[in-house]
């Protein structure tokens, strides 16, 4: 449903952005309903509160969730923007999809375990939390959140060189070319932040080691530049059509 007020079709500027494919496939009702089973296990462990102090618990709880759910969220929007941009329901194309939905279905207790032992004082109270981790695991976690986050956006990279590689076929404009690639850029930054994170995990000690999760902050600002940095040049060789990434 909701893709479908999205993929309305628009006609744009000569040589500009366009959709081609306006009826939602198959391939994303599928996804829709892994990301909606994903969220769905973020809260399917909360019972209802049986006294005042478990509802504030579970209220204090807001952030962690949010954050996960966010996640999951910009993980949904990055699938949605590639099919409705390009349409694409070949075999690697399902496979590559299949797989992305794996490891987000995968990771969504890690990830809901990470954010809430984050907050873990506020929700539970000091020393309180009924999360048990030790300073020697803490490393461990954060690679996996690492290995999570780089394979995801390894998988998006692979979509869109894909479709790269297929531009032809698919009757890409000069300007869709170029908006392809500057999505696959941004999937290398995604994963060289991954990747960045991944190696302080690992080199930091034990007590550090949570502190390799800031360099994830830096997204934001690494994928601001750039598209400033892309938007000017492709101005300069689109002289007469929008941006519309």
């Known amino acids: 449903m909701i893709r479908k007020l999205f993929s309305s079709g628009h006609t744009t500027g000569s040589g500009s952005t366009r959709k081609r494919d306006f009826e939602v496939q198959r391939i994303e009702t599928f996804s829709d309903g892994v990301f909606a089973f994903a969220v769905t296990l973020l809260i399917v462990s909360l019972e209802v509160p049986k006294s005042f102090e478990d509802l504030l618990t579970s209220m204090r709880g807001f952030f962690a969730f949010g954050i996960s759910f966010a996640l999951l969220i910009s993980i949904w929007a990055e699938q949605h923007r590639f099919f409705r941009n390009y349409g694409m329901e070949d075999g690697g194309t399902i496979t590559l999809n ?4 794996f490891i987000v279905l995968f990771y969504t207790y890690p990830l809901k375990f990470l954010f809430t032992l984050f907050f873990s004082d506020q929700i539970y109270g000091p020393h309180n939390s ?17 290995l999570g986050f780089i394979t995801i956006y390894t998988l998006f990279f692979l979509m869109y060189f ?5 531009s032809d076929k698919l009757g890409f404009t000069p300007i869709e070319k170029f908006d392809c690639k500057t999505s696959m850029y941004i999937e290398l930054i995604m994963i060289c932040t991954g990747f960045c994170s991944l190696l302080f995990a690992i080199l930091l000690n034990d007590q550090d080691s949570a502190n390799s999760g800031m360099i994830y902050l830096l997204i934001p600002l690494a994928i601001t530049i750039f598209y400033i940095f892309r938007k000017r040049i492709r101005k300069k060789l689109f002289p007469h059509s929008g941006y519309h990434k």
Request: aromatic share 8%; no cysteine.
């Open 130 to 146: 009924p999360l048990k981790i030790t300073a020697h695991q803490m490393p461990t976690l954060m690679v996996i959140y690492a």
């Open 98 to 101: 299949a797989a992305l939905l």
């Open 162 to 166: 894909r479709a790269y590689i297929k």
